[in-house]
């Protein structure tokens, strides 16, 4: 065994992440827009269904935005017709199917964990359908958009699965307990326009301006005061699991930190000298 990283433990027979990153980097692509990494899943044909190295190359890239600091916003997309059809159905049949045990430790959990950790904003622009673990690493992120032609469905119940990556959390968070529970075992196709209606996604754009329109969005969430940002990531991760007391606790503690950023002062002196802030992300 060889211990690339706490959370992924390859096989010695298996590609370790240096030489899967450099021969492999298609399978998800990246790309610097001013400070905004744009993330895009790379396998069309697939409708990009995760398999193994999309799943691992995934891993590295968020990691790759989130230590960079030149990166303020990470945008996650699709090439292609669909976000993400979730996992690859030919990858856990077939004659050498992978180990079905690892998927959710070592491919879907891992990459839930990171983009809710992540301290920078994650932007999913979901471009087409989004069924299974792609739905619901898409709903797990700060700001889902969706353009008109995009569709939400939790797959899982039609193969005798669960949602998993996050879909029994964040799901009931997002729609209500009820919703949920009948999206989850029916597995319904949510349009775009009913997800936007529901609660399930901040906006619908529609397909033709929908790369230009969740872009800038991206672009404003980059020139925003990243730590503050992080800092309210922070809060509402522990919202979920806090009662109001502590809520209010963690936000008397939050606050403190955020109010001790140069972000916070440019905004204020900004607000003062009636111009518009320069924001630089500290
Ligand atoms: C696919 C896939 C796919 C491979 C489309 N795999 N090829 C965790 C624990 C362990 C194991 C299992 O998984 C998980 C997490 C999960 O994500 S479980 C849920 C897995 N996903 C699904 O069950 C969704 C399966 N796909 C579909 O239901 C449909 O393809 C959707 C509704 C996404 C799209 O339907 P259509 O627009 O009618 O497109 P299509 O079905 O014709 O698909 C286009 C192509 O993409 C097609 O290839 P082909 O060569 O025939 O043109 C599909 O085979 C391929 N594809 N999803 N998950």
Redesign the pocket.
Same mark, same amino acid.
């Given at each position: 065994m060889i211990v690339k990283n706490p959370l992924i433990i390859l096989n010695a027979t298996e590609v370790t992440y240096g030489f899967l990153l450099s021969l492999s980097m298609n399978t998800v692509l990246y790309e610097q827009q001013d400070t905004v990494a744009v993330i895009r899943l790379n396998r069309p044909?697939?409708?990009n269904?995760f398999n193994r190295e999309m799943a691992l190359l995934f891993q590295e890239l968020l990691d790759k935005a989130a230590e960079d600091e030149e990166i303020r916003c990470i945008y996650i997309s699709g090439n292609g017709k669909?976000f993400s !059809? /979730?996992?690859?159905? /030919?990858e856990?049949t077939g004659p050498a199917p992978f180990d +079905?045990n690892r @998927?959710?430790s070592e491919h879907?959990n891992p990459i839930i964990q990171r983009i809710r950790r992540i301290r920078k904003p994650v932007v999913a622009a979901v471009n087409g359908?989004a069924? /299974? !673990? /792609?739905a619901n690493i898409a709903l797990c992120c700060d700001v889902v958009v969706a353009s008109t032609q995009a569709s939400f @469905?939790q !797959? +899982?119940s039609? @193969?005798g699965?669960i949602p998993?990556?996050g879909g029994t959390y964040f799901l009931p968070l997002l729609v209500g307990f009820q919703k949920a529970s009948a999206l989850a075992m029916l597995g319904d196709k949510v349009s775009a326009e009913e997800a936007e209606r529901i609660g399930m996604i901040y906006k619908v754009f529609p397909t033709e301006s929908f790369e230009s329109s969740s872009l800038s969005i991206a672009s404003v969430l980059s020139n925003m005061p990243t730590e503050g940002l992080a800092l309210t990531k922070q809060a509402l991760n522990e919202s979920v699991s806090n009662n109001l007391n502590q809520q209010l606790q963690s936000e008397d503690t939050l606050q403190k930190k955020a109010a001790a950023t140069t972000d916070y002062q440019e905004g204020i002196n900004a607000f003062m000298e009636k111009r518009t802030p320069v924001f630089k992300g500290k």
């Open positions: 044909e697939k409708f269904a669909a !059809a /979730g996992q690859d159905l /030919g856990v +079905f @998927i959710l879907y359908v069924a /299974g !673990a /792609g @469905i !797959a +899982f039609k @193969i699965l998993d990556s």
